[in-house]
Nanobody
Framework: QVQLVESGGGSVQAGGSLRLSCGVS????????MAWFRQVLGKEREGGAC???????TYADSVKGRFTISKDNAKNTLYLQMNSLKPEDTAMYYCAARGGMDWRPLSRQVYNYWGQGTQVTVSS
């Protein structure tokens, strides 16, 4: 059973930084993809960044150049370093995982496993 547990959310002023972590257990697929999504109440959950088991990664335009996705295989942890945060980055952030590769890495429909989310609030 795959389990994902996010942490690291909080409140920060615009221009600040946060690092989100996602503890991963039970993900034995090879290859696999993992991603960070975010959702504002009443809106669609949108993909922000994806990383594959071989290290390939991609970003949504809205976070490109400000956010960095990474993973530490030894610690079974996925990270999202968020810099130059803006008020519009305020959302619940979720990590997600799937076995195998999909050509739609930022589409929520292709992910089977989800964490419970961690809230990020950016004030102006």
């Amino acid at each position: 059973q795959v389990q994902l547990v996010e942490s690291g959310g909080g409140s920060v002023q615009a221009g600040g930084s946060l690092r989100l972590s996602c503890g991963v257990s039970g993900l034995t697929y090879s290859p696999y993809q993992m991603a960070w999504f975010r959702q504002v109440l009443g809106k669609e959950r949108e993909g922000g960044a994806c990383i594959a088991s071989n290290g390939w990664n991609t970003y949504a335009d809205s976070v490109k150049g400000r956010f960095t996705i990474s993973k530490d295989n030894a610690k079974n942890t996925l990270y999202l370093q968020m810099n130059s945060l803006k008020p519009e980055d305020t959302a619940m952030y979720y990590c997600a995982a799937r076995g195998g590769m999909d050509w739609r890495p930022l589409s929520r429909q292709v992910y089977n496993y989800w964490g419970q989310g961690t809230q990020v609030t950016v004030s102006s």
